[in-house]
């Protein structure tokens, strides 16, 4: 999933990055200072982007052209490259039903990309080659959100930029600690419709599938502000179904109580979890109690807890999953305001509210979740470099239907504190 946030968040800043207004005004400077060659090269890329200033643009490079005696439009070949070093600190939290959790961790975070930009007619093309990857520290301290010790992401991307058109499409080999490889596919693509002076109205879509999970689809509206200083932003209001693997823990507990041992008043001991001894649990409680206390449910329930305490929870439980589907509406926001001194605050609000269409049994089916994202980001950009610090939360609730209560918490939490820089050349 770290990947696919990256890939949004450099996409949203080359949605930003390719209005024409910047792109004509970065032209202009170029012109200022003399570099005749890079000022038709942004000339030529900010008449393709298309918007107020088309015209104007069109008319400038004719006139290089008259001058030079030749072809205006010399786009040439340029190179980009990003990097990301970071660190968050993690901590993690459940609360409902089950037992409350509470874990603290850290991920060491990087990130380096290349990529090859060249133009085709009114087409901008970009070939990009990534790698991510995550190193998360103390992560024995985190045994429920159960991270690996590492994680890799090499990756390949492909963005195509006309006049109204964005289209991004890449892959990533997802491979963790453990030994898993988890290929990854996505997909972007977005059509403006209408534009007023620095906004955009158009339509989106987007396609992601993991090999073990998840996999979403999603359709939405869209507005974007491009501005060069102050407020700028992107919204996409719609729909997505998502799917990924639950286990079906209620099929475990049926099977588990036709064929179980049971214990002395004939209940089913071997249920959801790996049993106890319960002779021992009952001698313990014996000798140090006397038989006739042991039948106090006071007495008695703190040595349960204490021997299922005891048990080695990492044992492989034979426990069915299945792809459960959702879908529901979808609300992505992000905001940003960048000030004369280099520093810019940015804010984002990713919601989702689904209901579950398809599930072990009709008792899932009941299930519902609302899941969000939100976070604010400090940034720093003197000129390539970039130092950023910022907060993050991801939640999730679950609504439950009361034979699944004893089994998934119902509200999940992940709070991060990052901080560290990025470069761009």
Not at 24 to 42: C, F, H, M, N, P
Not at 245 to 265: F, K, M, N, P, T
Request: net charge negative; aromatic share 16%.
């Amino acid at each position: 999933m770290r990947s696919l946030t990256l890939f949004l968040v450099l996409l949203a800043s080359a949605l930003f990055a390719q209005t024409q207004q910047d792109i004509y005004r970065q032209a202009l400077e170029a012109e200022e200072a003399g570099d005749v060659s890079k000022s038709i090269e942004l000339f030529g890329k900010a008449r393709d982007a298309g918007g107020e200033y088309t015209e104007e643009i069109s008319e400038i490079l004719e006139a290089y052209e008259e001058t030079l005696g030749g072809d205006a439009d010399t786009s040439e070949v340029s190179f980009r490259f990003l990097g990301n070093l970071g660190f968050y600190g993690l901590h993690y939290a459940e609360y409902g039903s089950t037992k409350d959790v509470s874990e603290n961790g850290g991920d060491l975070f990087a990130s380096v990309s290349g990529y090859l930009d060249f133009s085709t007619g009114n087409w901008i093309h970009s070939i990009g080659v990534a790698f991510v990857s995550d190193w998360f520290v103390t992560n024995e301290d985190m045994p429920v959100l159960d991270t690996n010790d590492w994680t890799m992401a090499p990756g390949l991307e492909y963005s195509l930029v006309g006049q109204r058109l964005l289209l991004d499409i890449g892959v990533d080999f997802n491979i963790t600690s453990e030994g898993d490889f988890n290929p990854a596919g996505y997909g972007w693509v977005e059509f403006d419709i209408a534009r007023y002076t620095a906004q955009r109205f158009g339509v989106a879509g987007s396609i992601y599938y993991r090999k073990d999970g998840p996999a979403t689809a999603g359709v939405f509206g869209s507005w974007h502000r491009s501005e060069t200083q102050g407020l700028n932003g992107s919204a996409y209001l719609g729909a997505k179904y998502e799917a990924d693997y639950l286990l079906d823990i209620l099929g475990y507990v049926g099977s588990s109580q036709e064929d179980c041992e049971r214990d002395a008043w004939g209940n089913c001991i071997d249920q959801t979890f790996p049993t106890i001894n319960f002779e021992e649990v009952v001698a313990k409680c014996v000798a140090e109690n006397g038989d006739s206390l042991c039948w106090d449910p006071n007495v008695f329930q703190p040595y349960i807890d204490a021997a299922y305490a005891e048990l080695d929870q990492t044992e492989d439980l034979s426990f069915d999953r299945y792809w459960s589907r959702w879908i529901g509406p979808s609300f992505q926001l992000r905001l940003s305001y960048l000030f004369k001194t280099k520093i810019s605050v940015e804010t984002k609000f990713d919601l989702f509210y689904a209901f579950l269409v398809d599930g072990a049994s009709a008792e899932y089916e009941k299930m519902g979740k609302f899941s969000g994202k939100w976070g604010l980001v400090f940034n720093w950009n003197p000129n390539w470099l970039t130092l950023y610090l910022g907060a993050e939360q991801t939640y999730l609730r679950y609504v439950l239907p009361n034979s699944l209560k004893d089994y998934f918490p119902e509200t999940c939490l992940l709070t991060s504190l990052k901080a560290g820089v990025k470069v761009e050349f």
